[in-house]
C-alpha cells in the first residue's frame, strides 16, 4: 500500500492556523476547494509553496461571490495584486475575513477598503455612487443615486470634508450595533448572496425606494451589501 500523500506539511497548517481563523481540518476543506477551482493549475502537493495564482474568472464563478454585485471589488481587495488573482494565501484570507469568527473591526476595515473604488483610502462621492449603483442593480436614476450619496456624507462626514475616512465609517458602524450582524453570522459573511438586500425596500423587481437617510438603516445597508443570508 502507498503512503498518503501530503498536500500542506505541518509548519504551513500552523502558520495558516495562526494567521486565520481557521483550524487545520477547516484549512484542508478550503484548500481542496481553491484546488477544485482550477485543478490544472494548483497541485495537490503544496509543500513546496508553488507560485500560483488562481484567475478571478474562476474565482468569482464561486457560489459565494457569482451573483455577487460586488464579486470582483471583493477579490481585487484580497488579492495580493490587485488585480482578483489570488494565491492560496489570498484565499484563505478572504474566507478567514469573511467567516463569522472574525471580529466586527477586522470586517469593518476590509468593508471599507472594498467600498474605496479608487484605492485613495477615504469613501468619497463617486465611490458612494459606485456602491449605491451596485447595491440598487442600477435600478435608481443618477439624480436618486446623488440624493443617496449626499444624505450619506450628511450623516457621517465628520470633518465635512466631503468624503468618509476610516474613522467616519467606524463611526458610522458604531452607532448602529446591527452592522455586519456578527453576533449572528450575518452580514459580513461569505454565502451565496439572495439578490436582495436592506438597502432598498419593496418587491423584488420593482423599482427599489431608499431609506437611507435614517442612520441605523443607513448603517445595515452599507453593511449588507455584500455578504447577506
Not at 502558520?15 to 477544485?36: A, H, N, S
Not at 443615486?145 to 467606524?170: I, N, T
Not at 451565496?192 to 445595515?220: A, I, M, V
Amino acid at each position: 500500500m502507498g503512503s498518503k500523500q501530503t498536500v500542506l506539511t505541518h509548519q504551513q497548517l500552523e502558520e495558516y492556523q495562526d494567521c486565520t481563523f481557521f483550524t487545520r481540518k477547516e484549512i484542508m476543506r478550503l484548500f481542496y476547494r481553491y484546488q477544485d477551482l482550477a485543478p490544472q493549475l494548483v497541485p495537490l502537493d503544496y509543500t513546496s509553496c508553488p507560485d500560483v495564482k488562481v484567475p478571478y474568472e474562476l474565482i468569482g464563478t464561486m457560489p459565494e461571490l457569482k451573483d455577487n454585485p460586488f464579486r470582483q471589488r471583493i477579490a481585487q481587495v484580497f488579492s495580493q495584486d490587485g488585480d482578483g488573482h489570488m494565491t492560496l494565501d489570498n484565499f484563505l484570507d478572504m474566507f478567514s475575513v469573511m467567516s463569522e469568527m472574525a471580529p466586527r473591526d477586522l470586517k469593518a476595515y476590509y468593508a471599507f477598503k472594498i467600498y474605496d473604488f479608487n484605492d485613495d483610502n477615504y469613501i468619497c462621492a463617486w465611490d458612494l455612487e459606485q456602491t449605491v449603483t451596485r447595491l440598487t442593480r442600477g435600478e435608481l436614476s443618477a439624480e436618486e443615486v446623488s440624493l443617496v450619496c449626499e444624505k450619506v456624507l450628511d450623516e457621517a462626514d465628520s470633518d465635512h470634508d466631503g468624503r468618509l475616512s476610516l474613522e467616519d465609517f467606524q463611526s458610522m458602524i458604531l452607532r448602529s450595533p446591527d452592522f455586519l450582524r456578527y453576533e449572528h453570522g450575518e452580514g459580513l459573511t461569505l454565502r451565496p448572496w439572495d439578490g436582495n438586500s436592506r438597502g432598498f425596500t419593496g418587491d423584488r423587481g420593482k423599482r427599489p425606494q431608499c431609506f437611507w437617510p435614517q442612520s441605523p438603516q443607513l448603517s445595515e445597508a452599507l453593511g449588507d451589501c455584500f455578504f447577506v443570508n
